[in-house]
């Protein structure tokens, strides 16, 4: 049986139905296959909240998948089977495909430099492309292999103020800035669909770059 660690951080101290049910189904549907752990946390700093929650997924140690997940998000019943296949078959750090709440548009990006951190959305990102190295996307969905916490040390997604940027790259950057600097590759099965609420819900295949964009 696998053993998965689900790591839910929050700003606030309720989740949205629908992401509860996209978690409920696994503990209804899954329970005889897996051996699921469930830590939260929440504080006003998302990424002191996320490095709190990997220290408690360290003292965790007969858990082999760490799978982080965001409270805005929701994930279909095939997620775990995917992500532990993926796992399995050696990669380190693997997601599903997640559209950006803002505009649409698959979160996908690419570092031009990680120190200081560089970095811009992968443009004309093909959706129907199977599994996609890249750089670095949100961490809503992220799992990866416990091994990877020996290899990117704390704290891993502090976020510092970037005077060239006039603002701090966010929590997602900086976890990936770690796990480049490791050697560490990540990937993005791009048939494995999130969504991501906002009044509604965006998913990444209804995205169309737009001409010009």
């Avoid at 990669?91 to 548009?105: F, P």
């Avoid at 796990?179 to 998913?203: N, Q, S």
């Amino acid at each position: 049986m696998k053993k998965v660690l689900i790591l839910i951080p929050l700003s606030w101290e309720y989740v949205h139905k629908n992401f509860m049910w996209s978690v409920m189904q696994w503990a209804l549907f899954l329970k005889d296959k897996y051996d699921l752990g469930v830590v939260d946390g929440s504080s006003t700093f998302m990424d002191s909240t996320r490095d709190k929650l990997l220290e408690i997924a360290e003292t965790k140690k007969k858990y082999d998948y760490i799978l982080q997940l965001d409270a805005d998000q929701t994930y279909p019943l095939e997620t775990l089977d995917v992500l532990t296949g993926h796992i399995d078959a050696g990669h380190k750090c693997v997601t599903g495909l997640t559209a950006s709440r803002q505009y649409g548009w698959p979160l996908a990006f690419e570092f031009s430099s990680i120190d200081p951190p560089r970095y811009k959305r992968i443009r004309n990102f093909d959706v129907n492309a199977g599994l996609v190295k890249v750089d670095g996307t949100g961490l809503g969905g992220v799992m990866i292999h416990r091994s990877v916490l020996d290899q990117v040390p704390f704290p891993r997604f502090m976020m510092h103020y970037d005077d060239y940027l006039r603002r701090p790259p966010g929590d997602d950057v900086m976890f990936f800035v770690g796990l480049k600097k490791a050697g560490i590759d990540c990937y993005v099965d791009t048939k494995l669909r999130f969504g991501h609420m906002v009044v509604g819900e965006r998913r990444a295949e209804d995205w169309v770059e737009p001409s010009g964009a």
